[in-house]
């Protein structure tokens, strides 16, 4: 009765309800919450603090799976690689030849630097022909390293008569005119690239024409040269000591240069005697 003449009155009992109400935990909040009905059932899009919270403690303790991981570093890959050329032709079983993309085929061509001599390359083992769709498999990939480079110039020796304008002015003077000059690399195989290690062994599979070669980042060369059991391994030299390429010892010379900076403590001390071993070979035991 009080209450209804004095609003402003409350009794004890009320009082001691609005304090209950004052002091109790967001905890107990968001259980009330719960009990109540969760907005995130009627309103989709809608969080709360404490789902936000569960949510950031379940990633937390339970991380995204290998898979996931693996397809992220996989987009991470393809960011930080650059497509060089396609398979045109083959010397050998392990040897094969291929030709730089140009300005007429991408936006942005590699430069020099990017398929210079010993440089690691990677090939997805089933690669469609050319002119159908690649199926660019990220789990195991075909590594090779560039072991030769040759100029492609039909005009090379010929006395005719020619074009004299540069070829960036050939579209607007001769439309029909082909630009036939480039550079071809060939690459010689020396294993598979899994998902955490490397297999040095010589691939069975024949790589088809068309097949897209692009370059490695540096976290790819160095799984590559690490087993299943992290450690290093260079198993390949018999397949570049026995490739007879003109240049087999500058190119091991090449290769042992690019992973010194993964190689540390007895690891890179057989890394710098490898390497003096094949500069003695070439040059004081070829004059024996």
Same mark, same amino acid.
């Given at each position: 009765t009080r209450k209804k003449h004095q609003p402003h009155f409350k009794t004890q009992a009320s009082r001691e309800e609005g304090s209950s109400e004052?002091?109790?935990t967001p905890l107990q909040n968001a259980n009330k919450q719960e009990k109540e009905g969760n907005p995130e059932e009627t309103f989709p899009h809608f969080k709360t603090q404490?789902? /936000?919270k569960k949510e950031v403690a379940r990633k937390k303790h339970f991380p995204t799976s290998k898979r996931e991981q693996a397809s992220k570093q996989a987009g991470r890959n393809k960011k930080m690689t650059m497509a060089l050329g396609k398979i045109v032709s083959s010397e050998s079983h392990l040897l094969y030849h291929? /030709?730089?993309?140009?300005?007429?085929? /991408?936006? =942005?061509p590699p430069q020099a630097i990017d398929f210079s001599f010993g440089n690691f390359v990677a090939l997805a083992p089933y690669s469609a022909h050319s002119g159908m769709a690649q199926a660019q498999s990220e789990e195991s990939l075909v590594v090779g390293v560039i072991a030769n480079s040759r100029l492609i110039n039909p005009e090379g020796g010929h006395f005719g008569p020619r074009l004299t304008t540069p070829h960036t002015d050939n579209a607007i003077f001769a439309p029909d005119?082909? =630009?036939?000059?480039?550079?071809?690399?060939?690459?010689?195989?020396?294993?598979?690239? =899994?998902h955490d290690a490397g297999d040095h062994h010589a691939p069975t599979q024949v790589m088809p024409?068309?097949?897209e070669v692009r370059s490695m980042t540096p976290a790819?060369?160095?799984t590559f040269h690490h087993n299943s059991s992290h450690r290093f391994q260079m198993r390949y030299y018999p397949i570049v000591a026995e490739s007879n390429l003109p240049?087999?010892?500058a190119l091991m010379q090449r290769i042992c240069d690019q992973l010194k900076p993964i190689c540390h403590g007895d690891d890179a001390r057989m890394l710098q005697v490898l390497r003096k071993n094949i500069?003695?070979?070439?040059?004081?035991?070829?004059? /024996?």
């Open positions: 004052e002091t109790s404490t789902s /936000r291929v /030709r730089i993309y140009d300005a007429s085929e /991408r936006a =942005n005119y082909l =630009n036939e000059v480039g550079v071809s690399i060939a690459i010689l195989l020396l294993g598979h690239l =899994n024409v068309g097949t790819e060369c160095k240049f087999s010892s500069a003695w070979q070439s040059t004081i035991g070829q004059m /024996r």
